[in-house]
T-cell receptor, first 117, second 113 residues
């Protein structure tokens, strides 16, 4: 079973459209993340949720809105897509805890390749 | 500000050569350190991690890394690389209670058969 699964894996869409990427984890973790990997392979945190509560919200356009219906799911909705949104979006999860007990190991999903044309 | 820097953008080696990829971090307080690998078209996989204890950490596929606190470094090593090690390697750090990872810009490793 895939621990962190996200759908769709590939998405090609036109500028101006609205799209969503879904993410689910079956690890029982309490924290989930969205990372963006740009064309230069640089990875950067976008959002982080802990027990459905937003705890990290980096400088991301308002067109990006995460939604966490429960602690096992964190979906990413993107409005009015732009060419610059083309990237790979990785969902991830972790169980926060004391250091030394695996509390900060983050497990990644397989990525969603978004291409805006 | 918290940051992770990787010195090499692209490393090209022949099979059986030894590998060392540099990673330095800037982090206030305690820090957790990681190396992830991303094979072409694939997702990120954890190679190894350091939380505390023995500063020499062994990971999967024959990789190891050494945490040197005085140098703020966490370099990745492998004695003998294989063609299948061709991938992008990311050093990352986290700290505090949030557990969020900050990544270096990655090092692309190309191994010639």
């Amino acid at each position: 079973d895939t621990a962190v699964s996200q759908t769709p894996k590939y998405l090609v869409t036109q500028m101006g459209n609205d799209k969503s990427i879904k993410c689910e984890q079956n690890l029982g973790h309490d924290t989930m993340y969205w990372y963006k990997q740009d064309s230069k392979k640089f990875l950067k945190i976008m959002f982080s949720y802990n027990n459905k509560e937003l705890i990290i919200n980096e400088t991301v356009p308002n067109r990006f809105s995460p939604k966490s219906p429960d602690k096992a799911h964190l979906n990413l909705h993107i409005n009015s897509l732009e060419l610059g949104d083309s990237a790979v979006y990785f969902c991830a999860s972790s169980q926060n805890g004391r250091r030394g007990q695996g509390g900060h190991t983050i497990y990644f999903g397989e990525g969603s390749w978004l291409t805006v044309v | 500000a918290q940051s992770v820097s990787q010195h090499n953008h692209h490393v090209i080696l022949s099979e059986a050569a030894s590998l060392e990829l540099g990673c330095n971090y800037s982090y206030g307080g305690t820090v957790n350190l990681f190396w992830y690998v991303q094979y072409p078209g694939q997702h990120l996989q954890l190679l190894l991690k350091y939380f505390s204890g023995d500063p020499l950490v062994k990971g999967i596929k024959g990789f190891e890394a050494e945490f040197i606190k005085s140098k703020f470094s966490f370099n990745l090593r492998k004695p003998s690389v294989q063609w299948s090690d061709t991938a992008e390697y990311f050093c990352a750090a986290s700290g505090g209670s949030q557990g969020n990872l900050i990544f270096g810009k990655g090092t692309k490793l190309s191994v010639k058969p």
